[in-house]
């Protein structure tokens, strides 16, 4: 079946630094999501690619879905304590209902 | 405009007792999912219902059973509740389709 792995699983940044995450799947993707979820919360959407090779940017956050459809990227510039949670991407194959989620990046941020 | 909802927020059971979670969506959305997610893991999909009247099993079916009661309620069912389900269980919508999913706030559940 489908699988989505995220990395790193962790990682600990002095508030700041920069901060990647990278997602793979396994077989070609219709589109990539990427949602936080804050300590003790929910899944919190916040943003979906669809075109091969696209990027977006939400202030200091910049999603990339690579060129075969199959990988993506969450890079948080100069970050803050209030981006400290875990990060996952999902992705949906084909048109299937069922929405796919990666194994996430918790990232925890220090003063 | 409550989103979605999910009852209880917290439940502790005894080995082979069983219980219904409770999933509700105020934003007419065609599509339902269940999710468990344990400490550390990520998000694996129990059960879904792309649309009112159907459901299929996800990844992590076993021990479980859903009913879609109406386009707003989707309910997860444990018949005999064991150890391993102990985990946090969250509720989602969709309006279908590649749209994004709506989560509700979770419901703790432990089984002793």
């Known amino acids: 079946g489908q699988q989505v792995m995220q990395i790193p699983q962790y990682q600990h940044v002095q508030e700041g630094e920069d901060f990647t995450t990278y997602c793979n799947s396994s077989t070609t993707l219709s589109n990539i999501q990427w949602y936080k979820q804050r300590p003790g919360g929910h899944p919190v959407f916040l943003i979906q690619?669809?075109?091969?090779?696209e990027v977006k940017k939400q202030k200091r956050l910049t999603f990339q879905f690579g060129e075969a459809k199959k990988n993506s990227s969450l890079h948080i510039t100069a970050t803050q304590t209030t981006d400290v949670g875990t990060y996952f991407c999902?992705?949906?194959?084909?048109?299937?209902?069922?929405?796919?989620f990666g194994t996430g990046t918790r990232l925890q941020v220090t003063l | 405009n409550a989103g979605v909802t999910q009852t209880p927020k917290f439940q502790v059971l005894k080995t082979g007792q069983s219980m219904t979670l409770q999933c509700a969506q105020d934003?007419?959305?065609?599509?339902m999912y269940w999710y468990r997610q344990d400490p550390g893991m990520g998000l694996r999909l129990i059960y879904y219902s792309a649309s009112e009247g159907t459901t299929d099993k996800g990844e992590v079916p076993n021990g479980y059973n859903v009913s879609r009661l109406n386009k707003r309620e989707f309910s997860l069912r444990l018949e005999s509740a064991a150890p391993s389900q102990t985990s946090v269980y969250f509720c989602a919508s969709t309006p279908g389709g590649l749209y994004e999913q709506y989560f509700g706030p979770g419901t703790r559940l432990t089984v002793t």
């Open positions: 934003m007419n959305h065609n599509s």
């Open positions: 999902a992705g949906h194959a084909g048109t299937a209902s069922k929405l796919t």
């Open positions: 690619l669809v075109k091969s090779g």
